[in-house]
């Protein structure tokens, strides 16, 4: 019951955030920060992680042939499927919720912990348009990291398949065009535009209806991120279902 | 004038507010009394408009808050102002920055106007050397200062203090106290503060409203808090051996 409950407030909350928005040259200060919060401020973590994944999944599967009728070339093709369908949009997400969602729900935590989200109702101003929608916003660039995520994962792969003697560059840029579908693509970008907004709202609702001190902030941001991780799993089920089953 | 009819407010089973009926007045410093969980911070979150009330209804100069729409209770929140028991400033924002908000959000002010007008007020609250401070910088009784600029940056015809003196040192707390009631005169403003604080009840209170249980117990002035034989009240106003004395001075004094 609780959870409808839960899940009832988080749309309430969402419809809450476009309403009476807040002053244009405002918001766009906001959305700005935000940009460099969530987006910038997450290309050195993202691009990092993409590099060794990209790089571990290119070894494991050239580990994994020991048929001499399997051609080489898989390897290049294994890394491009899995880094596209996968590691990049999902496996990036819940890197994010962590990441980000626990700052989202950290400061907007202390922001009710402190009782500067009262002093913004009390102003006048739509708290939530004010402080989840800029979130939102920003990261509708999203996508764009999980362009670099895809791009430097790729490039991981072949660092260690071409360098850790697995494979030739040839074979591994062969694998990469060979049976390429450009909807896998889209279906990435979907799915990362989708977990986007779920890493902007899930976290700023967990932040947003939070109640008591310090140490509630703390378990809050948990929380999210447990919450967070769990949606974006179930809805890449679904959508994975949904467009390519 | 902000006048406040039967309200109740329950939190599930927990009747806290159960029917308060009182109006408070402009140009007055207007002071709610009371023991922790009678119901005051309810009470005054109930005129912030945070909380709905279950029954009863308050109005401002004749506007019944309830009857409003979402943008006007918005638009009506606008012409308030509130000081909040730990200040509640935007950390990421200096001093400045704090009191120009409101301006930024509401007013279609030249940044140089709005910041003329923070300078105004920050010089009003003495505290023009700090203005590029950043809240962790500055002392407790420098934040209050910041809170109640930022307060009246937009000329509010209400004033809320919730425990606007809590945590400071008698003399800063004083000084709290006396700059929020010339404010008050200065701008005609309904001042409703929240305390706990006997000094304000004596120095400020032009009117006290002492809460126990969810109910208005006693009403009146600082000067006829002295004379009241309401137990209650003088159980809580003269907790203190100081205070008891001075009240039994004041009564020889009278005799």
Known sequence: MNYLASIGSYFIMIKEVFKKPTKWSVMKQLILKEIDELIYGSLGIIIFISFFIGGVVAIQTALNITSPLIPRNLIGFATRQSVILEFAPTFTSIIMAGKVGSYITSSIGTMRVTEQIDALEIMGVNSLNYLVFPKIIAMLFYPFVIAIAMYVGIFGGWVAGVFGGFSSSADFVEGLQLDFIPFHITYSFIKSIVFALLIATIPSFHGYYMKGGALEVGKASTTSFVWTSVVIIIVNYVLTQLLLG | ?255
């Open chain 2, 1 to 255: 004038m902000i006048e406040v009819n039967n309200i109740h407010k329950s939190f599930g089973d927990t009747h806290v507010l159960k029917g308060v009926s009182s109006h408070f007045e402009k140009g007055k410093t207007n002071l709610i009394i009371g023991q922790s969980g009678s119901g005051k911070t309810v009470f005054i979150k109930c005129l912030l408009g945070l909380f709905s009330t279950d029954e009863g209804t308050i109005s401002y100069d004749g506007k019944i808050y309830s009857e409003l729409t979402g943008d006007e209770q918005r638009d009506l929140r606008q012409e308030m102002g509130m000081v909040f028991q730990g200040s509640a400033l935007f950390d990421s924002m200096t001093v400045e920055g704090n009191v120009m908000f409101p301006l930024g959000m509401f007013t279609k002010q030249s940044k140089s106007e709005m910041q003329d007008r923070a300078n105004i007020v920050l010089k009003r609250v003495n505290l023009i050397d700090a203005h590029k401070k950043f809240p962790s910088e500055i002392s407790g009784g420098m934040q209050k200062r910041v809170a109640i600029a930022r307060a009246i940056v937009m000329n509010p015809k209400y004033l809320f203090c919730d425990e606007p003196n809590s945590g400071l040192d008698p003399k800063t707390a004083i000084l709290i106290d006396n700059l929020i009631h010339e404010i008050t005169q200065e701008y005609d403003i309904t001042t409703v503060i929240n305390t706990h604080d006997m000094n304000s009840v004596m120095e400020i209170g032009e009117k006290i409203i002492f809460l126990k249980n969810g109910l208005k117990e006693w009403e009146g002035s600082n000067k006829e808090i002295f004379k009241t034989d309401n137990e209650a009240v003088t159980d809580f106003v003269y907790s203190s051996e100081l205070f008891k004395k001075v009240r039994q001075m004041y009564i020889e004094e009278r005799n």
